[in-house]
C-alpha cells in the first residue's frame, strides 16, 4: 500500500484490536476460534496487514463484541464532509440574478418600446 496515512491507520486499528483483545483477556488462538478464523489472520490484522479481507475483520469485530464498529466508521450523520458537500449540492430557490440571453433586468426598457410622455408603458 502506497498510501502513508492509510498505512499508519491501519498500524493504529491493529493495535486496538490487540488492546481489545487483550482486555478481553482473549488469547490469539481463542479469538481465532470465535472468530472461526486462523490464528495467523489475527496476527496480521494486529499488524495492521492491509491484505485481510473486510469480512475477517467483520467476524473478529464481532467476537470481540463489537459487530456493528464497521458500521460506525462513516455513518453519514456524522461525516462533516459529505453533510457539507451535500447542503452544497442543494439547488438554489428563488429569483436568479444571472443574466441570460435575451433577458432583461428589472426596469429596464427595450430599445424598441415607446417612450410614453406620462411615464407609464405598457
Not at 46 to 53: M, N
Not at 64 to 84: C, H, M, N, Q, T
Amino acid at each position: 500500500m502506497s498510501n502513508l496515512r492509510a498505512q499508519r491507520a491501519l498500524a493504529h486499528l491493529g493495535r486496538n484490536l490487540k488492546q481489545a483483545r487483550l482486555i478481553r483477556r482473549l488469547a490469539m488462538v481463542d479469538l481465532a476460534e470465535r472468530a472461526n478464523v486462523s490464528e495467523k489472520t489475527i496476527q496480521r490484522l494486529e499488524r495492521g496487514d492491509s491484505g485481510v479481507g473486510i469480512g475477517k475483520l467483520a467476524a473478529v469485530l464481532a467476537a470481540l463484541g463489537e459487530p456493528d464498529a464497521l458500521a460506525k466508521i462513516l455513518r453519514i450523520e456524522e461525516d462533516a464532509v459529505g453533510l457539507s458537500r451535500a447542503l452544497d449540492a442543494i439547488p438554489q430557490r428563488g429569483i436568479s440574478y444571472v443574466k441570460r440571453r435575451g433577458a432583461r433586468a428589472p426596469g429596464s426598457r427595450h430599445e424598441d418600446e415607446d417612450d410614453d410622455d406620462e411615464g407609464v408603458g405598457f
